[in-house]
């Protein structure tokens, strides 16, 4: 049990008033004396007490002025103030109350009521101090409890993501190098104050991790075509281009059995449109330049720079400058002319992390 005794500091001008307060108080309280509004505010700096019992009238600053720089004084705004005042009048008490004071004693004080009064002020402050205590518990019990939730998310995705890409054995480190593409687009972005009133919108603790769903439809994709070795016929392709619907489809079934989620909701938009091309000519909408969600329009970036990188069957891996000029080419037809831009400033990151990335190492050529 807390034993200390509570602090009320009693600010009054004259003199008689403070001794005789002082004298009610101090069995059962700490009491601080100020005689002035000034020197309460010099006390505040070393006391912080549990009540203040606040004279009005006083000169310099009278009582309403010294409540309202309290209210205005972050460490101080939500003490309890009872003022005390020789005043009888409704008008002065309604305009201390309406300044947010606690309770209203007219002087001469019967020192049993101002006992019990203060009593209360001091339950209520305990009371609304264990609300505010609860609530910050809890609210760090939710913080942890998302965590892990989002811990187990994206441990389960990044699974999912990786089964999809042993089966397509072309993508090699695919997944988690675009990932990094992306991360270093959405700098850019926020450097530049490109796109920055969407960006703002964004969680980034759902948005990376979700986007290592973008091909998760290629699960759905035959064997035969996905890992062929050699180009795809025609109609192979139109089936392989199907696989960002499919990817929609599965995490449109994930979401069924789940709730509202941000995380799948940006999934499903990686995943549908990634290969949409700013001039319409991608699919599998055709949509046009920002009618392309612009998460769709950054991993066309990321997903293509990859790619050109990337060793394939019937293909070597392109050397960064020819990828870099790939991409420069396409602005304006295949990708967002902005991000284009962003990603010719951030060029030598991308070519760092495609030259640090795991599998890529023995097959990346720097030119040539
Ligand atoms: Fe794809």
């Not at 310099?60 to 005042?85: A, C, Q, W």
């Not at 759905?220 to 996905?226: E, G, H, T, V, Y």
Request: proline share 4%; hydrophobic share 40%.
């Amino acid at each position: 049990m807390n034993t200390e005794k509570k602090k009320i500091i009693l600010v009054d001008d004259n003199l008689t008033n403070l001794t005789l307060g002082k004298r009610v108080l101090q069995d059962q309280y700490e009491v601080f004396t100020a005689p002035s509004g000034e020197k309460l505010f010099k006390l505040l700096r070393v006391v912080t007490p549990d009540l203040i019992l606040l004279d009005i009238e006083m000169p310099e600053m009278n009582g309403y002025t010294v409540l309202k720089k309290l209210r205005e004084d972050n460490e101080n705004f939500d003490i309890p103030v009872i003022f005390l005042t020789s005043q009888t009048d409704t008008g002065s008490e309604l305009e201390g109350l309406s300044l947010g004071a606690a309770d209203y004693i007219a002087k001469p004080f019967l020192p049993p009521l101002l006992m019990k009064r203060i009593e209360n002020h001091l339950m209520i402050g305990e009371q609304k101090n264990q609300l505010r205590n609860w609530g910050e518990k809890l609210r760090k019990e939710v913080e942890v409890k998302t965590e892990q939730v989002l811990e187990l998310q994206n441990a389960m995705i990044g699974t999912l993501a990786e089964l999809v890409e042993f089966r397509d054995s072309v993508t090699g480190d695919h997944i988690g190098v675009t990932v990094k593409y992306l991360e270093v687009l959405l700098k850019g972005m926020k450097k530049h104050g490109i796109y920055s009133e969407e960006i703002q919108k964004w969680d980034a603790r759902f948005l990376l991790p979700s986007a290592q769903l973008h091909d998760v439809g290629k699960i759905a994709i035959s064997d035969l075509i996905l890992n062929k070795p050699g180009k795809l016929t025609d109609e192979e392709f139109e089936v392989m281009k199907q696989h960002p619907v499919l990817g929609v489809e599965i995490i449109q079934k994930i979401e069924a059995q789940t709730s509202e989620s941000a995380f799948l909701k940006n999934a499903k938009i990686f995943a549908g449109t990634h290969h949409e091309k700013w001039d319409g000519s991608g699919y599998p909408d055709g949509l046009m330049g920002e009618s392309i969600p612009l998460l769709g329009r950054l991993m066309a970036v990321a997903d293509v720079y990859d790619a050109l990188l990337s060793k394939r069957p019937y293909k070597d891996p392109m050397s960064a400058e020819k990828a870099e000029s790939i991409i420069t080419a396409g602005r304006g037809s295949h990708f967002d002319p902005k991000l284009v831009d962003v990603f010719v400033d951030a060029a030598d990151v991308f070519e760092n992390i495609a030259a640090g990335s795991g599998g890529r190492c023995a097959v990346f050529a720097k030119a040539g």
